[in-house]
């Protein structure tokens, strides 16, 4: 795949999931290097959405790790009982966060962050391996269409674990 995306002129977002997914999926098809896909993966869903912040914490011992991102500089480590990613992790599940002021223990890697989904990547063995990490300038930005577009996004990665 060329390493453009053609994305419909909309603001749909559903519309736009449907077909930003399959060309993410072309885009990481023949290449096996996690970060390389993971970085890919970040740009693509930031061009095509417009959000503030878009990258993965992968666990690494006994704390998320920074991993590829788009946006401006991030948290570089996330303790596991710590904000929505650690909240995500812990829980094994995808969580949605109108308001990020609002959520108890949220930490403020930048004050422009209003709302925020996570979404778990599972490891062969059903370990959460790391996490996908949207934040939005914008309050109660996401919603259950992210979360299954999302978890679509996040199966193109357990493939390649």
Known sequence: ????????????????????VPQIAALVEGENDLIANLANIAAALREAFGFFWVGFYLKKE?????????????????HFDKGVCGASYTQQKTLIVPDVEQFPGHIACSSASKSEIVVPVFAPDRSVAMVLDVDSDVLDDFSEIDAEWLKKVVELIEQKL
Not at 1 to 13: F, Q, S
Not at 62 to 67: A, I
Request: with cysteine; hydrophobic share 40%; aromatic share 8%.
């Open 1 to 20: 795949m060329a390493e453009t995306l053609y994305l419909p002129d909309t603001k749909n977002r559903e519309a736009l999931y449907e077909s930003l």
């Open 62 to 78: 006994n704390q998320l790790v920074l991993g590829p991102f788009q946006g401006p500089i991030a948290c570089t480590r996330i």
